[in-house]
């Protein structure tokens, strides 16, 4: 069992809809990471956050808005998305250090129609 | 771009023989590297890592290879099961946070 979980496993919602994605860690970790996993392509990094504060945004949409309250949870909140924003949403957390692993949640798999 | 790739998209290899997965990196000031496995329906699942002042890291039926000089990582499973089919990732550290990912290559182990 994964000690990141994240909810729902899937998703389908319309262009003009407004959902979250939730992730939650178990492991005391610090950092916490949102990626996007589309077919036939490397795992694109969304967010970082450290210790509650954003520290990577790698020139994502407007559209996705994440949210950290706390060191243990984070949200991808979801608005007016198009198509090709289908995919599949990782988030992960990260111990202390940069030569740690991530560790990965199952994903979200969204379908934007 | 992506700094981190793997040699061969696709691996078919027999049941009981040994399989060698393949990744160049591109950036020679990556300290730290990491090899991911994700099966169908699940996130990326943590195999071994290695840092640079390292040559080799051996774990449970596998072995994790890397050469500085010509900035190749290579993964190798002893003893392929059928439970090893899966797509297998590479991934370097760049920075204090961000871990970069190469494309994956599908290792189908045949019965």
């Known amino acids: 069992e994964t000690g990141v979980t994240q909810t729902p496993r899937h998703l389908v919602m319309g262009m003009t809809n407004k959902k979250s994605l939730k992730c939650e860690q178990h492991?005391?970790?610090?950092?916490m990471y949102w990626y996007k996993q589309s077919a036939k392509k490397p795992l694109e990094l969304m967010f970082v956050?450290?210790?509650?504060?954003?520290?990577e945004n790698n020139s994502v949409p407007s559209r996705f808005s994440p949210e950290c309250p706390n060191s243990s949870h984070l949200f991808l909140h979801l608005h007016t998305l198009q198509p090709e924003d289908s995919a599949l949403y990782l988030c992960?957390?990260?111990?202390?250090?940069?030569?740690?692993?991530?560790?990965f949640g199952n994903g979200t798999r969204l379908t934007v129609t | 771009g992506e700094s981190v790739g793997l040699h061969l998209p696709t691996l078919s290899v027999q049941e009981g023989d040994n399989s060698i997965i393949n990744c160049a990196y591109s950036?020679?000031?990556?300290?730290?590297f990491i090899w991911y496995k994700q099966e169908s329906g699940k996130g990326p699942q943590f195999i071994i890592d290695?840092?640079?002042?390292?040559d080799k890291r051996q774990g449970q039926r596998v072995t994790v290879l890397l050469n500085k000089t010509v900035k190749h990582l290579s993964l190798q499973i002893a003893a392929t099961q059928p439970g090893d089919s899966a797509v297998y990732f590479c991934?370097?550290?760049?920075?204090?946070?961000?871990?970069?990912f190469g494309a994956g290559t599908t290792v189908t182990v045949r019965a």
């Open positions: 991934a370097e550290n760049e920075g204090d946070y961000k871990l970069s």
């Open positions: 950036n020679s000031a990556s300290d730290y």
């Open positions: 956050y450290s210790l509650e504060e954003r520290v």
């Open positions: 992960a957390s990260r111990g202390t250090g940069k030569n740690s692993p991530l560790h």
């Open positions: 290695i840092r640079s002042n390292m």
């Open positions: 492991l005391g970790h610090n950092a």
